[in-house]
Every structure is written in structure tokens, then in C-alpha cells.
């Protein structure tokens, strides 16, 4: 089998069947693998997704072209703050323990993404990290987008390409957050304590 | 140029700069005229997007997976009127006009996407097509997913693949909604009256 | 009958009955005759409204008394703007489709009032429209009305008795879409497609 | 003047001029005496109202039409009360205070306008008055009303003219509280304790 | 029997059952009859409470040392307007009536607590009286509670000091509200009336 | 100083002064020098809360009450649930971590309060323990309490005794979070990984 992990819970892959590995298209099994060595372990948005390949590969085409973009002001590790801040306000349980643990890796800050979980305004941020999640979540929510927004942005650096990266990661995940409440996608176990430890603790 | 039509606004492509055809790649460019072929005139989104190539591939790939999809029991009309009647919610102005011009296109119908823009649940709809748009509804609004709501479309003859084929596309256009905010796109003016009138009259 | 038209389905004309125009009172004809010679047919609502003659007459001369009344700084076209949009609110299929119509009329802009029903702050209005719209919202959600909102008004050139007869429009219209809530009060077929297009086309 | 008792302050009448009595239309001036002389003061919404004769008529008209009809089972205590349970959601001061000082005198039950103010669904009222509530209240809240509605009246012995009643009623105050709102009508000081004592205490 | 009153209905004093007096701790009996004293009955409170001893004493030692403590800028009719716009936001019958009455004993206004029930923005309140109750309501809805909220309230002369005791009511009265709720807490018929009347009338 | 652990943020333990132990009244000093020995370190809230020394007894006095109460269903990590459940709504950063980290030591299950910060709904708890958290966030939100709600949980088998524990804690809290607001009280920094791996990992 492609996962070498057992899940805890039958039900953490999601609502529907994941394919055999031997019954996948070659790219799809290929981009498995290299995920699963790269993370230790296979995340359940791959099993998920791979219900249906060609929505598995303009899903995870879309995420790399957003994710891995070159250039712009975003690390990391605020793409994956927009995406925790975000996915709370839609209650996604798979993105907001994912990305928070991803965002503890990258960002090497072991409690930021709980404090934006209960209360991003609250949360040990920046001026400039307000404003990024600000943004982001004015897109979450679907409001109206005006000269204001962007130039509130401006203030604290972000010129209108990176806008347009915050605003399409917001949008991203809104629809992936979407997604995993119908498939009832949940974190793999592995996910949350990623990142709390320091290494060689 | 591209566009073959004047618009009556600058503004309604949106805020960011559309690039010139030559400076565009070829697949996109093709693509372009084929849907200016088939449509009569370029659809603003097309434009808008081309500012990101990489991210207007990966969007219009997705878009075909789910809108082209073969099989399943949703019409053509069943996908649109989906995108018209969770667009509302999100009070996007391009994809509530640009799709209930298309409803009105597949389904002959019309008058039905204007009285599901006001109210659907006091539109002229089949039991069917409202458990379809409820179903639609509680995925646009993140809500939790459960058996229920599964089972709530088997009664209306939805089996679990058109499930996930009515909750990805209004998972899909949460996203697109959200990015026409930010982008601030608008509708082409050919969109308002498309399909009102009979042909022959 | 009264009506020389057919009605596309029996719901149309709301859930209460009809009277004959032979049981109705001589004034009440008097008045539908009026109004089907001018619009071409008899809007729904004075069919429904017949089924109580002394709240007819009532409602009818309240009508006149704001739509119709003399002087002020609101056109023909604004009185029906404010009805749209405070309508969509109120999610009123009668009143929104009607209105919707007699606002292309009389500002013969084709496309506004769809653009209005769909998200008002992006719609193509001036910002005087928008400073009137805005007092008719507030109105419309029963907010606190406080000297600011009128400042704002006067800034744009409508003094205290124009925003008497915004608000009263908007007041108005927060009954009667009420009224057609529980009527079902839908709109004539006829309403869809008035001023959409030129005369002569 | 018209007015026989001094206001406690100048804001109580509202924020438009009240025209002196020798100014306005006789039929006018004799309803408010009438009024005054059976009330035993003159309740400010007549006075606010005459700014504007002509729709002083319209919404009195209108108001009699409603509240003194003959017939139907909603006796003069429940129109009071759909009118409090009502306006309280609008947070209007004049049509609380005013009608349920009127509630209190109808009913002989001084202390049950105060509880539907403050939560009506806690106060001492029978299933049939619960019932008559909730439907009034679904059409202040604009809900879609729908079969089920009428049917939930029908059980508690309400029929379809009884509905329109009830729907009316709570129609045609959603339009007052938005006037009170936008004149800033306040209650005469005289409303705050009728009815709250027994007569010969 | 505790209480010399009877009651009007026996849904009045909750859902709980009250133990007899002889049952009580005395320290408990002590303090009921202390009160009885003082107010002429026994409020629904201390008899509802006197079901859980331990909590009844911490319930009564917290009210104790927020509403009698010695120093600091607010009256006793300050916190009872506190109480009445917080518990009117949670729809608290006790809560709002109760000390609705306490506020108009002690503040000798006996029309002001109606109408903070009704709109605290439309009443008749000093701009400081409008801020210590936006500040209060802020508390009372758990907003995040910023320096800017702190600002406005030293512009009105309250301190951090005041502020803690305007928070601190805000926040025991949520507590007290929502223990009213599961308890099915009513006022005493008594409290609807006191305060309202001249004494020498 | 009677802490010994240094914060890692001045701002941690809020917003008011905190004595100096040696102006602390003996009984706070003792209690605070028991918990610190108990727990490791000396939770803020205690720091925060000495500022008012009254208001600190009675804070934990009924604290105590109703967290170390005998008797009843509720076990310790039920409380700490219900207390990380409802403090969720009100976006309490304090209560969130510090009370998610005791149901993290009492339940043994490291991954549970996590869930239930994201969805409740979706976290893996028994039909008990939502129907447990079903009540407690009824009376988080102020809900009218009724007598199904009581019927809901005792076909969980919690008798009314039980469900005066849930709505306490809830109720109480609905105070703390409020408190934690004002004072802007921040969790210590060792509640962040409390109970989250194996003692002896």
C-alpha cells in the first residue's frame, strides 16, 4: 500500500473510498511518494483527493502554483498563517491542525498559530502580520474588496502582486476548507505535536 | 489585440494590469480565441486571470475537471444554476451575472436564475433541484457536512459522486467569488441580456 | 374578468383569493382599469390587495402619496433604486422583479438595476446615488437614524425633506415586502423583461 | 395650539417641525382632537406625522383600516401585543412604550407588555399567544412565509384572515418603527405608567 | 416558611427546587431574612440560589464585594443601569426587572430604565453615562477589550480603576444572566411596579 | 517576589498592576504558594486577579465551589471540556490554553481539547459528551433554557443536579472569559505543551 502509516481512525481519511495504490494514474502514486518521504508520512489530502485524479491534479497543480511561487514578500511561514487564520473562521479541522503545524516548523515560533486559533487580533503579531490577516480575511469572508484595503497593505510593505498572493491563498483555501468539511477530511495524528519540541529534545 | 470587443468600462476587467496577446503564452492565448470563438466575445475572467499564467492554467484546468466532467446525473444548467445561487451569497457581481446568463442559455429558461438571485427558495424549482441547491448552500457556507446531508440527496436521487460534484463546484466558486472580489472583476455587458429573448424574435 | 391576461401559473397571484371583478367595489375597478390600460397588464399586487378593499384603498393612496408626490430632489428613477435595493434585502420577488423593471424605464439604464440587486456597493452609481442608497438601507434595517446620516445626505445635495422621502419610500417598502411575504405575491411574467431592450430592436 | 400638555423635552416630538395648528387642514386638526379628547393628552405621532398632510392621511387611514376593523378573533389586546413583541426587534422607543401602555389598558394585565419586551418567549403567555407571535414575528423578520406557518396558526384556531391579520399588523409597523426611527419619534411621558396601577389605588 | 409572600405563579422562583427554611445553613436563613427586611420580600434569587449552599455564598460574597465596595466613580444607580443594558442584550426577565427598579429607586428617574430596555442609544443619557454603557456592552459581548476602549472612558473621567468596576459588572452579570437561564429565574411581581410612583402619591 | 518563574512577555500577565508580595493580604500569598507548588508554576490569573483582593477571594472561593464540588457526573477533564468548549466562543486566549492543557492532563488524551478549539461538532467525542457540550454552549450563548434541554441530557443519563454543574461552569466562565478580556490576561507559557507528549518521552 501506498501509506506506510495506519491511521488511528478509519474515519480520518475522509467520507469517501481511497483508491489501491496499484489503481492510480503513475503521477498521482509518484507524487505520493515523494511527499511521503519528504514528510515522514503521507497527509490525508493526498488519499482524499486521489478519489478522483484529474480534481487531484488541478488541486495540488493550483497549490504549487500559489505555494511554491518564486517571488513576493510572503515566507513560508505567513502563507501558512493565512491559511491557519483563515481555516478557522471556516472550522476546518484538517487545514487548521495541518497548516498550524506547518506553520510551527517554518516559522520555528512553537505557540503563534494556537494564540491565532483562539484569537488572531490577540495573538503575538506584528503590525505587519495584522495587516497581512486582515487582508486575508477580508477576502475569507467574501466582502467587498476596495482602494482602502490595498492601500492599508502599502503601509506595511505589501505592494499589489502581494496582495493578489494573500488574496489568492485566502480564496484558495476557502474553497479547500469547503472541500474537506464534504469529504470530512481530519488531520493525520502525526500533525499535531510537529514542531512544539525543539528537535533534539 | 485579443479582445475583439470594446468594453463599455475600463474598469470592468478589474485592477490589475491585463497584459498584451504577444506577451502572453501561447497555450493561454489559444485558449483565448477559442473561447472568443465559441462565445462571441472574451469573458472577463479570461483576461484578468492572465496576469498570473501559471495561476490562470491551474484555474481554468480545475474548471474544466468539474464543469466538463462526464458522467453524473448534473446538467449543464444543474452546474450553472449551482454557481448562480451560492454566488449571491457572496454578492459577486461577474459570477452571478456571467452564469445566470449561461442558466438561462442550457436551461431555456428564461426567468428561473433572476428569481433564484432574489430568493431561492421562492424560486419556480423542482424538489429536486432544491435539495440540490441546499446542498449546494451548505457547503458555499463551510457549514459541517454530515450523513444527513447525504441523505437528504439520495431522497432526490443524488447518489455520493453527484455529492461531491455539487459540493466541489460550490467549493470551487467560493474560491472564484473571492478572487473576483479582489481582482474586481466585473461582467462583460454582453452577459445581462444573454438568453432573455428568443432567437428568432 | 378584470384581467386580460393569463397568468403563467396560478401561483402567481399569491395565496389568498381573487375576488371578481363583479363583487369588487366600483373605485377598486375604476383604479385597475387605469392601470392595466397604461402598464399593458395588471401587476399582481392589485389583484391581491383586492381580497381586503378598505386596506386596498389604504395602501394605494399611501403609494401615490410618496411616489407620486410633487417636488424634492428624488426622480422617478430614484424612488424605484431605493426599491430595489432596500427589496433585495428583504429577499421580495415581487417587488425587486417589478421595480427592477420600472427602474430601467424610467432611467432607461439596462443593466443597473441587475447590478443593484446583486451587490449595491459595486454597482455603477454615482456617489450621490450611493449616499442614497445608503440612508435607505439604514432605514431598511431599522437602524439608529442619527444627525450624521443626515449630514451625510446634505453633503450630497438632499436636504431634510428629501431624506424624509427616502426613508418613507424605504419604510414603505419594508410593509410591502412583508405584505408580499405572506401574500406569495409574485411578479407578472411581463415584469422580467420590460426596458431591457431598445424599443425599436 | 393644539397640544394642551407641555412636553418634558423639546426632542420628544421628534427631529422635523410640527406646523402650528391654524396652519394645518381642518380634517386634520379635528382628528387630532378627537383623539386628544379620548386619550386625554395628544400622542406625538400625530404631531410628527402632520408635517406631512398628506401622508398623515395615507398612514392613518391605513392604520384605522388594521386596527379597528370588524370581525376576526384578534381582540384589541392582541394587536397590541403583536405590535410590542414587534417593535421591540426594530428597538423602537415610541411604538413600545406607546402600545404597551395600550396593551396594558386593553388586557388589564400590567405587567406582561414588560416581559414580551425583554424576552417573549419566557413571558406568561398561552400556547395560542405564542403562536400568534411567531408568526408575527417571522414576517417582522421578513422570513419567507409558508404553509407550515398558516398551518401552526390553524392549530391554535387562526385562519387564513386571521393570518392576513396578524401579517398586517406586523407589516404595517415595520413601516412605523423605520418612520419612528428617521423622525426620532419618542414616547409622551404621559405612555410610561398607563395602565400599570388600578384605577381606584 | 422564609418567605412571608406568596408568590403569584409557582414558575416564579425557578426550576430548581427550594429547600424550607429549617434545612437552610443559618448563616444563609441569616442573610435571606436581612434582605427581606430591607426590601419588604425576598427576592427570587436568594431563594433559587439557597438550593446550592456552597454557591449561594460565593454568589452572594462576589455581588457583595462588586456592588458595595467603597470607592471609585460609580453610583449605585451607575451599576443598576450597568446591570439593566447588560442582562437586556442576554434577555434576562430577573435580571432586567429587578434591577430595573433598583435603578429607578436609586437614581429617582422612573422613566429611564424602560428605555435602556428598548434602545440604551436612544435614551435620555449623559454623554458619560452613554460611555460607561459602551463599554459595558463591549464587556458584556466579549469583544476584545483594547486601550482605545480605555481612552474613551478616561475622556468621560473614569480610570483603569472604574473601567475594572464597569467590567467587572458586566462580566458577573453574563454569569448571572446565564445562571438565570437554566434556573428559569422570574422576577418577584413587586419589582415590576417599584420605584415607578411618587411615594406620596 | 512570589513568582518564580520569569515571563517570557511583560504583557503576559495583563493589564492592571500586580502587588508585590509582601502587599498581599497572607491568605492570597498562601493560596497562591499552594497552587504554584502544586502546578510548577503560578498561573496569571492569580497574578491578575490579587490586584483586587476581595474580588480574588470571591473569584476563587466560587472557583472552587464548583470545580472541586463532590459529587455529580462530571468528571475532572467533563469540566475542562465544557470550560475549553464555551471559552472557545468568546475567543478567551487565557482560558482556551490554560484549561485545554488540564483537559490534556486529566483526560490522557492529548489531541482532544485541540479538536474541540477547531469543531466541537467534528472533534471524536461520545453522544454523552456532545449532548454534555450541546447544554453548556446553550448557556454560553444566553439561550432561553428549556425543559427539553434537561430531556436531551438525561437520555444521556445527567440528572438536573448535573445539569446546574454544566450550566455553572459554563455560566461561570461566561464571567472569567469576560474578566480575561478586560484585564487582557494572557496564558503562561508552560500551559502551551502541558500534557501534550508521554511523561516519560
Chains 1, 2, 3, 4, 5, 6 share one sequence.
Not at 478519489?51 to 500559489?66: D, K
Not at 480575511?137 to 497593505?153: K, P, Q, Y
Amino acid at each position: 500500500a501506498y501509506s506506510t502509516k495506519e491511521e488511528s481512525t478509519k474515519r480520518s481519511v475522509g467520507r469517501y473510498p481511497v483508491p489501491n495504490k496499484k489503481d492510480l494514474p503513475y503521477d498521482i502514486v509518484e507524487l505520493m511518494e515523494e511527499v511521503e518521504l519528504k514528510t515522514g508520512f503521507l497527509p490525508n489530502v493526498f488519499k482524499a483527493m486521489s478519489h478522483r485524479p484529474a480534481e487531484f491534479r488541478a488541486f495540488f497543480a493550483y497549490y504549487n502554483a500559489i505555494m511554491n511561487k518564486d517571488g513576493g514578500r510572503l515566507s513560508k511561514s505567513d502563507k501558512e498563517l493565512i491559511i491557519v487564520a483563515t481555516s478557522v473562521v471556516n472550522r476546518c479541522p484538517y487545514c487548521v491542525v495541518a497548516h498550524g503545524a506547518l506553520h510551527r516548523i517554518y516559522s520555528k515560533q512553537p505557540t503563534l498559530a494556537d494564540q491565532v486559533i483562539v484569537n488572531w487580533k490577540l495573538a503575538n503579531l506584528s503590525d505587519r502580520d495584522l495587516a497581512m490577516l486582515e487582508f486575508a480575511l477580508a477576502v475569507c469572508r467574501a466582502d467587498n474588496i476596495t482602494e482602502e484595503h490595498f492601500e492599508r497593505l502599502e503601509r506595511h510593505g505589501f505592494d499589489r502582486e502581494d496582495a493578489w498572493d494573500i488574496g489568492m491563498i485566502s480564496a484558495f483555501f476557502a474553497m479547500s476548507n469547503r472541500i474537506a468539511h464534504f469529504i470530512d477530511l481530519r488531520p493525520n495524528t502525526e500533525f499535531y505535536d510537529m514542531g512544539r519540541m525543539p528537535r533534539g529534545a
